[in-house]
């Protein structure tokens, strides 16, 4: 992923990994791996979003990204349009949701001004 992730740099279209949204398409074996994460996988890759979805799925022309044990896995990464939160520095379609907080993601003002996220993996 870190290839995918120069190459976008390299030609302008992001700056930091943080910029980017990574789609993870896998076979069944991985896939079940990549879901029990869920949501927290874009903090494993460090990226403002990841989704993990069914190799079925993948877009045509997809090289395979990796064949790991217990499958194969393509990855599409893009640029995000969406708006970087002052706090966490992700681009995310919620900042600005909490009138309270405009320039922060609706994740980091529920962790500023309620009780917190809950995350599942530290």
């Known amino acids: 992923m870190a ?3 120069e190459a976008l740099r390299v030609a302008g279209q992001i700056g930091a ?3 980017a ?3 993870v398409y896998a076979e069944e074996g991985l896939l079940t791996k ?3 994460v869920a949501d ?3 903090f494993v890759l460090i990226t403002s979003e990841a989704h993990v979805r069914p190799a079925a799925e993948r877009p045509a ?3 395979p990204a990796a064949a ?3 499958g194969a896995a393509w990855l599409v990464v893009r640029p995000s349009t969406a708006t970087k939160c002052v706090r966490c520095w992700h ?3 919620d900042v600005g949701a909490d009138p309270r907080h405009p320039q922060a993601c609706a994740r980091c003002a529920a962790n500023v001004e309620g009780a917190g996220e809950t995350r599942r993996f530290v």
Request: net charge negative; proline share 4%.
């Open 34 to 36: 990549y879901r029990a």
């Open 21 to 23: 949204i990574v789609e």
């Open 17 to 19: 990994p943080l910029d």
């Open 68 to 70: 790991l044990a217990g």
């Open 61 to 63: 022309g997809v090289a």
């Open 91 to 93: 681009l995310r379609e």
């Open 40 to 42: 927290e996988l874009r």
């Open 3 to 5: 290839g995918e992730l």
